[in-house]
């Protein structure tokens, strides 16, 4: 079986097509496959929509996105996970690419992502010069990861120190295992961030992580752009 997770706050603006296109990507398959949706303390209807759409609704008060995807893991019945950002679009492609690299031996993967909508000048020149060098390096991202749940335990799941970049940590970590396989086919995600914070604030909010290290990481209060809530329809009123 396959186990989709899809770690959710506050994501009924997204949240239905993020599971429409999950079930698009495996109709047809010969897997049996189950969606579980880690609801981490909303306030907004995205348990409901989720259970709208059949998946299976777990619920932690926790706020931090490792603490959501371990509780997916743990909830999951299937000997493969794939880790889906609540406002990332997979296909078919990565399913069954996804699935040949774990057949074939790979500890896991991930795949690089393209941004929805309208995105700034200067966020497509960041983006394509941080993509080079970040997959460049062989490391997952957050929105799109996939391993077997036998990897999983032995990495320990994603690390609960860290309030942002522990797909880097968990991505090293499946690399001590074996091959890490990153995906030519993006995964669609959203710009939404890009479209509501300035130049200065993303790119001052990663300078201070990258100087501040592993500590900066570890401090929820000052990761603002990760986990004030803010979606894109609060920032157009």
């Not at 010969?30 to 306030?43: G, L, N, Y």
């Not at 699935?99 to 074939?104: C, D, I, P, Q, R």
């Given at each position: 079986m396959i186990s989709f997770i899809v770690p959710a706050y506050n994501e009924e603006a997204e949240l239905s097509s993020t599971l429409a296109a999950i079930r698009a990507a495996v109709?047809?398959?010969?897997?049996?496959?189950?969606?579980?949706?880690?609801?981490?303390?909303?306030?907004?209807?995205?348990?409901?929509?989720?259970?709208q759409a059949g998946a299976q609704v777990v619920?932690?008060?926790?706020?931090?996105?490792?603490?959501?995807?371990?509780?997916?893991?743990?909830?999951?019945?299937?000997?493969?996970?794939?880790?889906?950002?609540?406002?990332?679009?997979?296909?078919?492609?990565?399913?069954?690419?996804?699935?040949?690299?774990?057949?074939?031996?790979?500890?896991?993967?991930?795949?690089?992502g393209v941004m929805d909508g309208?995105?700034?000048?200067?966020?497509?020149?960041?983006?394509?010069?941080?993509?080079?060098?970040?997959?460049?390096?062989?490391?997952?991202?957050?929105?799109?990861?996939?391993?077997?749940?036998?990897?999983?335990?032995?990495?320990?799941?994603f690390d609960e120190q860290y309030f942002a970049g522990e797909e880097v940590y968990f991505s090293l970590a499946l690399r001590k295992l074996g091959r890490f396989k990153v995906l030519r086919e993006p995964v669609l995600t959203s710009g939404r961030k890009l479209r509501m914070y300035s130049a200065k604030e993303i790119l001052g909010t990663l300078l201070i992580m990258i100087v501040g290290g592993p500590r900066m990481a570890r401090s929820r209060a000052r990761l603002g752009m990760w986990y004030d809530g803010k979606r894109e329809r609060d920032a157009a009123c």
């Open positions: 109709s047809g398959a010969a897997q049996p496959f189950e969606i579980i949706v880690v609801d981490d303390a909303s306030t907004d209807a995205t348990s409901e929509i989720a259970e619920s932690i008060h926790r706020r931090q996105i490792a603490a959501a995807r371990n509780a997916g893991a743990c909830a999951a019945r299937g000997e493969y996970l794939f880790f889906i950002d609540a406002d990332t679009r997979i296909n078919r492609t990565h399913v069954t690419q996804g699935m040949a690299a774990l057949e074939g031996g790979y500890a896991g993967g991930s795949a690089r309208f995105i700034p000048l200067w966020s497509r020149i960041f983006l394509r010069a941080f993509c080079t060098l970040y997959f460049g390096l062989n490391l997952g991202a957050g929105a799109f990861l996939f391993t077997t749940r036998r990897n999983f335990a032995a990495t320990g799941g």
